[in-house]
């Protein structure tokens, strides 16, 4: 009996210890097998554990930027093109390094249709399996519905998800896009964070953004990255409103002139006639007529020069806090006052916001170099945070009356002198007899 328990001991010590022991046979370097016979990557092996599904139900974001993919259910969206999967080989890039949203038009002319795309980038030819695009409504975080991609990054390192009317699309978009109020979370297997896009005036706390959102996109309008700078991790700075260009790499020449990606040097001297000259922050009735913010802040500088250097920042009187921060987009036109307004208006660039951009009582607008620096600033009424204009605050305008300088050449660095009430005129400079100026 002694000699039989001795056996038995030795044959479980064997077999037991023969599962931890087995080598990775017939899986790819980088990764490990498991007691499960599974093989997983070296990297971010902890957060995979042994149970990959790559669901849906992503819920919302938390303070990590992870996702809780414990439900496998991706609602509608197809996101196959077929049923091969013979692509879906290799080891899914569970490091969400090189991954970025590159593309986006959710708003084609017309009929949106089957014409909307979503184009990723990552390392070509790698695997795209276990990458998630979840799309939310950013006003509360309610999850609309999550893209899985599938196959390989092509040879420019793009993978493009689009509906039927999109050329080249390698993954399916059955739902529509929204046009306005979006946030869209890019994620590697896992739930690791890789990139986020978002185009909303309001903003519910807990989704990771990067810096500032991006306007709405208009009828017939992509927003794409910009090619010629690094990732700054803030949208605004990172997206330019372009010509879409489904799959098509990412050096891009179709930009407008002036964009934010051509922006030459820094050079503060170029600030020195440049400046505030009208801002209408309260139209008479409602803000908004509906098709867009009727609010302006108009800029006067050199004719034909760029206003790219240039961003202008609305600002909470009361707090000090940022309510609206816009980059000037394109050049001053011939006669030097550049627009910068709500969609019903046409100016140069849509602040990209239905009403309340610039708030009505006792606040400012400050324009700001690409250096950093206050070039102007203009508050108004009885504005508690003194420092956010210049001098004594401007008087309060009516409503549907803004708020001029009285002469576009003189700047005495005091509000109360420099800008009077006056009847709205963006892109045109206001009459001399209304100007009452001292």
Known sequence: MKQLRIILATLCLAACGAE??????????????????????????????????????TGLVDSGGTVDTGSTDTGSTDTATGGDTSADTGVPPCSAAGLAINEIYPNPDGTDGDREFIEISGPPSSSALGILITVFRASDGEQNFVVSLRGTFDENGLMLVGGAGVPGARVALTESLPNSNAYYLLTACGGAYADSLIYADTIVQGLRTEGSPIAAPGDGEAFSRCAERADTNDNLADFEAATPTPGLPAARTDFAAGSPCRVGPCDPALFDDVRLSEVLYDPAGTDSDGSGSREFVEITGPPGTSAERFTVVAYNGSTGLPVL??????????????????????????????????????????????????????????????????GAPAPDAADGSSLSRCNLLVESGDNALDFVVTTPTPGTAIAPDEALCR
Do not use: H, Y
């Not at 790819?28 to 790559?54: F, K, M, N």
């Not at 307004?341 to 690409?370: F, K, Y």
């Not at 070039?375 to 945070?385: G, Q, S, T, Y």
């Open 20 to 57: 931890s022991a087995l080598p990775p046979i017939g899986c790819p370097e980088g990764t490990e097998r498991t007691r499960s016979g599974t093989c997983i990557p070296l990297d971010g092996a902890d957060a995979l554990g042994e149970d990959t599904a790559v669901g849906g139900d």
């Open 325 to 390: 921060e816009r980059p000037l987009v394109g050049t001053f036109p011939e006669n030097g006052l550049f627009v910068l307004g709500g969609r019903s208006l046409n100016p140069t660039q849509d602040i990209a916001c239905s009403s309340g951009c610039i708030q009505n009582d006792a606040e400012a607008v400050q324009l700001i170099g690409c250096d950093g620096s206050v070039v102007d600033a203009l508050a108004w009424k009885d504005v508690a945070m003194p420092p956010l204009g210049e």
